[in-house]
């Protein structure tokens, strides 16, 4: 038994590795963004396993070890990722997170796995193999997210997972000297005709007995390296200018609302960071407002509170207000605002507001409930009618809605479509087949705002426009940014676009805004004022693509690597995210 224990180790590790790296995720991916966090990672957990298939070295105690790495990886993943993310690289950062942090534990359980009687470079080489095969099936397979999945359900504490994987590894080497004890105790009696006064292993058993529960409360003793979550009130940083709201973890990442505050002015900090209030979804600001001395209106009138009474300024982006130019669009006739809206992807509920006090009736598909209840409690959208709330995928609902649809059923005259986060798409929404399906539940006189974020002249950029051109024919868009956007820009700088096409497939027309328009907001009336010198010249998008070029990047179920360019871009974004709030905000969750 006690020689087969480190094999048994490895074995447990190999069919608890979902669980760990579940765990490991949740704690350290805020501070990257999954997409920037897991981009080089299977890289790194099978160059650990092969290096363990490599390097023949005897592991005494392998139990002990991983029990006690188990048991701070709460803590020095957490730690890790601070320290590599505040030196601004997210290509390598994540690469150094990982190689200090779960790479250790993988290569001491698969030497456990491969033993140390495997001496020969054919066996090691042989059973590494298969060893690295197994560790592959598990990554490339479903099988973490479907574990990811039912474990966020349970609502169990991510150091709660890694302390009961450490406890029972640690149990399992108290087993191996209780049972080494009694076996050299045994040994000792057959030699010695003379009663023991005692049996050498009880003290050992003792000690251990003592040890386990200790490791296992001790980090709700210590200072938690992230949030509980769900949050029970809000927490208040005892030393720098943030106060977190909410944070839950949820299908779609950490969710936090927090509040950048009024700071001591030697930390230097910029208006940006200071009477904010933002959403985010991992290392992804997904929306946000100005509280505080920084609400402004038209009319010195609060356009706006949330559910507690806090008065709410404008958007902190201005991409969400640029959606709302859909109302000022029309293909042959002007929309009134007694028609329907229907909003893909909440975020803080900037545009949905908008379109309930502008009277329109406003359906709303989010796929996360976190999202939705924050906009609700934060950032004052107003509850829609209950047959109006879908918290599901977008593309099962759409599929389904056109499935059902006949001839003289409702259909939606305005259509806003905003998913981006954490640097990229859903890509599953961004094809024929879902465009075509949500063309055929949309008035045939309607408008559909696509909000997109990347630079302009990239592959993604220019696969997003073909595929809505090739389904609705001619667009239109329009950019967020304060200055002009001249054509060396299309090719390097992340924007915010939102692309408007029609089911009408004419060229849409744009009216010029009103007061009513603005909705007692000072940058609504800059953006929709300024409207008209923002638009986006789609053929320096589209520039030096010839027939066969632009046929290849129409999006289908069965072409789409929509994710696969966006991964270079992840990275852009990351540094964009730093840009807009402080390393400690970040580092708050």
């Known amino acids: 038994m006690i020689r087969t224990l480190p094999l048994l180790t490895g074995l447990l590790l190999c069919l608890a590795h979902p669980i760990i790296c579940f765990a490991y995720f949740r704690i350290a991916v805020p501070l990257y963004g999954d997409a920037v966090f897991g981009f080089h990672f299977d890289k790194v957990i099978l160059a650990a396993a092969s290096l363990a298939a490599l390097v023949p070295i005897r592991v005494k105690k392998p139990q002990l070890i991983i029990g006690l790495l188990l048991a701070a990886l709460p803590y020095t993943s957490h730690g890790a990722a601070v320290l590599t993310s505040r030196r601004g690289d997210p290509a390598w950062g994540p690469?150094?997170?990982?190689?200090?942090?779960?790479?250790?534990?993988?290569?001491?359980?698969?030497?456990?796995?491969?033993?140390?009687?495997?001496?020969?470079?054919?066996?090691r080489l042989t059973s590494g193999a298969a060893l690295v095969a197994v560790l592959s099936a598990y990554h490339l397979s479903h099988l973490p997210s479907l574990v990811g999945s039912l474990l966020s359900q349970s609502g169990v504490f991510d150091s709660t997972l890694l302390s009961t994987s450490a406890g029972v590894l640690?149990?399992?080497?108290?087993?191996a000297f209780v049972q080494l004890s009694a076996a050299r105790d045994k040994k000792k009696k057959q030699k010695?005709?003379?009663?023991?006064?005692?049996?050498?292993?009880?003290?050992?058993?003792?000690?251990?007995?003592?040890?386990?529960?200790?490791?296992?409360?001790?980090?709700?003793?210590?200072?938690?390296?992230?949030?509980?979550?769900?949050?029970?009130?809000?927490?208040?940083?005892?030393?720098?200018?943030?106060?977190?709201?909410?944070?839950?973890?949820?299908?779609?990442?950490?969710?936090?609302?927090g509040e950048g505050l009024r700071g001591d002015p030697a930390l230097n900090m910029s208006r940006t960071m200071q009477d904010v209030r933002y959403l985010r979804a991992d290392h992804s600001i997904i929306g946000g407002v100005w509280t505080g001395e920084n609400v402004h209106s038209l009319d010195g009138m609060p356009a706006s509170r949330d559910s507690q009474g806090t008065t709410l300024g404008d958007s902190i982006y201005g991409a969400f207000v640029l959606q709302e130019a859909a109302r000022l669009a029309f293909s042959q006739k002007t929309p009134d605002d007694t028609g329907s809206a229907l909003i893909i992807g909440l975020g803080a509920g900037v545009a949905a507001s908008a379109f309930q006090k502008h009277g329109l009736s406003t359906s709303i598909i989010e796929i996360d409930p976190a999202v939705y209840t924050a906009a609700r409690t934060y950032f004052g959208l107003e509850e829609p009618n209950p047959d109006q709330v879908f918290l599901e995928d977008a593309g099962a609902w759409v599929s389904r809605r056109a499935a059902l649809h006949r001839e003289g059923d409702d259909v939606f005259d305005i259509v806003v479509h905003d998913c981006f986060s954490g640097g990229g798409v859903p890509e599953h929404i961004f094809t024929i087949d879902f465009w075509t399906g949500l063309k055929t539940i949309m008035n045939p006189e309607g408008v559909l705002a696509v909000n997109f974020a990347g630079i302009p002249a990239s592959s993604s950029s220019r696969a997003i426009l073909l595929t809505l051109e090739k389904v609705f024919g001619t667009c239109r868009a329009f950019h967020d940014m304060f200055e002009e956007l001249?054509?060396?820009?299309?090719?390097?700088?992340f924007i915010n676009i939102v692309f408007f096409c029609s089911p009408s497939g004419s060229r849409i027309h744009f009216r010029s805004s009103r007061l009513a328009d603005y909705l007692n907001s000072p940058l609504r009336q800059h953006v929709l004022g300024t409207l008209f010198d923002r638009e986006v010249n789609l053929n320096l998008i589209k520039k030096d693509l010839s027939e066969e070029e632009a046929g290849k990047l129409i999006l289908t179920k069965e072409n789409n690597p929509l994710n696969r360019w966006q991964a270079a871009e992840a990275l852009h974004h990351w540094s964009v995210m730093r840009e807009v709030l402080s390393d400690f905000f970040w580092e708050t969750y």
Do not use: M
């Not at 640690?170 to 087993?175: E, F, N, R």
């Not at 030393?239 to 990442?253: D, H, K, N, Y």
């Open 95 to 123: 690469v150094i997170t990982h190689v200090l942090t779960i790479a250790p534990i993988v290569f001491l359980s698969s030497r456990a796995v491969l033993g140390s009687d495997a001496s020969t470079p054919t066996i």
């Open 486 to 493: 001249k054509e060396p820009a299309y090719a390097t700088e």
């Open 192 to 257: 010695d005709t003379t009663p023991p006064s005692q049996s050498n292993w009880h003290p050992v058993a003792a000690f251990w007995l003592f040890l386990l529960p200790w490791l296992y409360v001790t980090p709700l003793f210590l200072h938690a390296p992230v949030l509980h979550k769900p949050l029970q009130g809000s927490y208040q940083h005892p030393t720098l200018p943030v106060r977190i709201l909410s944070a839950e973890q949820s299908i779609t990442g950490t969710i936090v609302v």
């Open 170 to 175: 640690l149990a399992l080497d108290a087993s």
